[in-house]
């Protein structure tokens, strides 16, 4: 996307240096505006350099007097796919094509005041500098603004080819392809843990996106630049890399949220939340067929499914069906059978929803639907209440739960001591068990109303509510106050 900062800089106007149409919001009101090109399939700006100094106002750099910059991906009459840029000049409201003269160009770049004392107002880049790629990978759907080097002021572009995956910066001369299985490439996402906006004028060695096709594949692409871990080197793009991470639903976006988690949404089934792993994982489920050869990279996935998140549509086709059978039983005459329609008024629909892999089946009622996690059977509870051993602690270590006239507290157990008294239980999942504990300032043989965590100055208590009195639990010791 394009520097917000940066395009309100380059409207500035020649009168009081005061943005025009900005005041409103980031771009102002919307203008239209004319392109030569037919079809066009994707557009994106290209990124600035955002922390340049030097020449410019303010200490901005050369790219705060560039017009923001807008990459197209069009397609001629003959089929084929160019890229080409046009400025937008957000003081004129409108578009600076490609083959624009740039009059101002060297006055800016040598730094040339006008009459008035004042800088250009912003101008296209060099000729030189104008991005434009021609005929490039046929089926291409999709632009990914690079950030820029240390060298330029304008960063390059990455194109989702059908068969291959181009990146492509004209100022630098620089064209890296990398070939793919033919698939279509429908959505992308920036890997980034601590900063959603890291590029590499924070001396980031690689850069990693997450891509989505249209077999639901998750890839990870990771583009190597020329930065040594000291920070040293120009940070050009040198070598394109890909990995295929796994299988899931035909994604639409996908948006990585930190930590190894990635959100796959889907117009063409369930939308997912997915861990990507460290290490490969066999896939479940897969076939025994010893004789056969198979490929690794199709029996291990780097990535778990967290939670799926149904949807129904797209819905091709759906029927209509009663809940219950007919209580006349087997074919009966129509009075009867419009006073069974009459008592079973409640009908099901069944639905022929998702496209292509993720095609299903669905069955829908009317009502409120409950999804069971755990069950515990636990007769005549009146209240349950979760603490933490401390006030700062994340995690809760007890359950108090209040009875007619009794209060049972259970705590978790460390994952040994449940170990040592489940020896028998391979499955056990990671983390501790519940176990019934006893707090000896906690009063058991009442009705607790109310429990929780209290940090009183430097006091760490808990606190415990019955019907005559409140008591105040030492954290540490657990013993009454």
Known sequence: GYDVGSARASSSSSRGGKPRGLSTGPFGDAFHARVEERTLLSMTFLR?????????????????????????????????????????DLAKKGLVLHGSPNDSAVATMMGVKSDEGKMPSSTMPPANERLKKSRIDGGSAALIAIPPS??????????????????????????????????????????????????????APVLKY?????????????????????????????????????????????????????FVGSQFGDSQLLKILDAPVPLSGGGDDEGEEKNPLEETTYLRLLD????????????????????????????????????????????????????????????VGMREHAEVEMPGIKGMWSLRRTFADEDDSFLVQSFVRETRILGVQS???????????????????????????????KSTLFAGNLLVGSSDLLLQVVEDSVRLVNSETLELV
Do not use: W
């Open 415 to 445: 994952g040994g001591e449940a170990e040592m008294e489940e020896e028998d239980d391979e499955d056990q999942e990671e983390g501790g068990a519940l176990a019934e504990v006893t707090i000896p300032g906690f009063c058991s043989s």
């Open 48 to 88: 600035p350099k955002s922390n340049a100094g030097g020449r410019g106002n303010s200490g901005g750099g050369v790219s705060s007097f560039y017009h923001p910059q807008l990459v197209v991906l069009h397609q001629d009459a003959r089929g084929f796919q160019h890229v080409i840029t046009h400025g937008v």
């Open 308 to 367: 799926e998140y149904t949807n129904l549509g797209p819905i091709v086709d759906f029927d209509l069906r009663p809940c219950s059978d007919a209580t006349s039983g087997g074919h009966g005459n129509a009075k009867n059978d419009s006073k069974s329609r009459d008592q079973h008024r409640q009908s099901l629909v069944v639905t022929c929803s998702g496209v292509g892999k993720d095609g299903t089946v669905r069955l829908v009622r009317n009502g």
């Open 150 to 203: 240390k060298t330029s002021a304008l960063g390059g572009v990455l194109i989702l080819g059908q068969r291959q995956i181009t990146y492509h910066h004209t100022g630098e001369g620089i064209t890296r392809t990398l070939p793919i299985g033919s698939s279509l490439l429908y959505s992308y996402c920036l890997v980034a843990d601590k900063d959603a906006d890291r590029n590499i004028n924070n001396n």
């Open 210 to 262: 997450i891509l989505g096709d249209s077999t639901g594949r998750i890839h990870l692409l990771t583009i190597l630049l020329n930065v040594t871990p000291e920070g040293k080197g120009d940070g050009c793009v040198t070598t394109l890399l890909m990995e295929t991470l796994g299988t899931a639903s035909s994604a639409s976006a996908v948006v990585y949220l930190g930590k190894g988690c990635l």
